[in-house]
């Protein structure tokens, strides 16, 4: 199935090094597990279920609701080592457990990347309530106090509101007391005649350069990530983290509704010999 031809950078030289174009009828899960955990606890509305292909060269990640409550897919390609749940004894209690152990065994990952331009062409959500984004992270984020060692979450798009506002954002040095951040503010989309936007991530050793529609967005000089990062396409419902329950926007959603991506694609430069 042809696919539109990405938006690369110029001055450079490219070699596409992976890619999922999102063709065929089922999703290439050599390529992708589902994320349920966050921070050692099962997410509930992290789900297995409402990620499928249309047929037509698209990834659909679909928003649901059963019984009052709201669920949707978070795809990703390797895994934070904070996520592995725990299975066995509760230090802090039943009620408020802090941790458990023994933690999971480490999953292998499916695709793995340092450096280089990545980038998703895809059409964001419509409804209410719901979030999609498209990042990369480390497996030991927060591990040390030094992020080029232990890696920095970059988040290439966020989109929280159905405004046509996105943003890019860093975080380093894990998510607790040391955490650290910095942000692009909100990015306004121009309208495209398809609805679809490419949004893309040029990561070397000097630094990030976001784009959007491509066209440069922001810069952060760093820290920079040296170690090898994952990629995510993700969507999360709104609310759950604070007290448990959807949103108020949510319920307002009508479903169905999708974030729909045609292709992820991870490009290394090419050096002259």
């Not at 789900?47 to 047929?55: E, K, M, S």
């Not at 419902?237 to 169905?256: D, S, T, V, W």
Request: hydrophobic share 30%; net charge negative; glycine share 10%.
């Amino acid at each position: 199935m042809e696919h539109v031809k990405s938006l690369l950078p110029p001055g450079k030289k490219w070699k596409l090094v992976w890619h999922d174009e999102f063709d065929g009828d089922t999703l290439d899960e050599s390529k992708w597990s589902y994320r349920l955990h966050l921070l050692q606890r099962r997410h509930e509305t992290f789900t297995d279920q409402g990620a499928f292909l249309d047929g037509k060269g698209n990834l659909l990640l679909a928003l649901q609701e059963k019984d009052g409550h709201y669920f949707s897919p978070h795809l990703q390609t390797g895994s934070n080592y904070l996520d592995r749940p725990g299975r066995g004894f509760c230090f802090g209690g039943k009620d408020k457990p802090e941790f458990v152990w023994p933690v999971a065994k480490i999953e292998r990952p499916k695709f793995m990347h340092r450096y280089g331009y990545y980038e998703i062409r895809c059409r964001l959500p419509e409804q209410p309530g719901w979030w999609a984004a498209f990042w990369l992270q480390s497996p030991c984020i927060g591990a040390t106090l030094n992020p080029e060692e232990s890696g920095v979450e970059v988040d290439i798009m966020e989109n929280f509101t159905r405004d046509g506002i996105v943003s890019h954002n860093n975080h380093w040095d894990g998510y607790g007391e040391d955490h650290k951040h910095a942000g692009s503010g909100d990015r306004r989309l121009e309208p495209t005649p398809d609805g679809y936007h490419v949004f893309g991530l040029d990561w070397s050793p000097d630094g990030y350069v976001y784009y959007i529609d491509g066209r440069e967005s922001w810069r952060c000089d760093g820290p920079v990530s040296h170690r090898e990062q994952f990629i995510l396409v993700s969507t999360e419902c709104m609310g759950y983290r604070e007290g448990h329950e959807p949103a108020a926007e949510l319920r307002k959603a009508r479903l169905p509704d999708y974030f729909i991506v045609d292709y992820v694609r991870v490009f290394d430069e090419v050096k002259d010999e």
